[in-house]
Nanobody, 114 residues
Framework: QVQLVESGGGLVQPGGSLRLSCKAS???????RGWYRRAPGKQREQVAL???????KYQDSVKGRFTISRDNAKNEVYLQMDSLKPEDTAVYYC?????????WGQGTQVTVSS
């Protein structure tokens, strides 16, 4: 059974930083990795994506503030979040895709508030 386990969420003041991590297990060949989020009362949205060839894609609202990276040897993906804003408050979900299916983690809460 594929498992994605996130860590690194928490409470941070506006302008602060957090780094999310996600480790995948029981998945043989990972193609895309990424992060999604769901804010209260909103639908889940893609935040950042990184392909197997390290091409990255970001949602417009996080460009220049968030950085996605991956370590294939460790089966991990990271999201460095800087200059956080209250509107970044959401549950953040790790994502991975193999040849056939997409997978999501259970989510980690990120709250940006003073």
């Amino acid at each position: 059974q594929v498992q994605l386990v996130e860590s690194g969420g928490g409470l941070v003041q506006p302008g602060g930083s957090l780094r999310l991590s996600c480790k995948a297990s029981n998945i043989e060949e990972i193609y895309d990795r990424g992060w999604y989020r769901r804010a209260p009362g909103k639908q889940r949205e893609q935040v950042a994506l990184i392909t197997s060839t390290f091409v990255t894609k970001y949602q417009d609202s996080v460009k220049g503030r968030f950085t996605i990276s991956r370590d294939n040897a460790k089966n991990e993906v990271y999201l460095q979040m800087d200059s956080l804003k209250p509107e970044d408050t959401a549950v953040y979900y790790c994502y991975a895709r193999d040849r056939k299916y997409p997978y999501w983690g259970q989510g980690t809460q990120v709250t940006v508030s003073s």
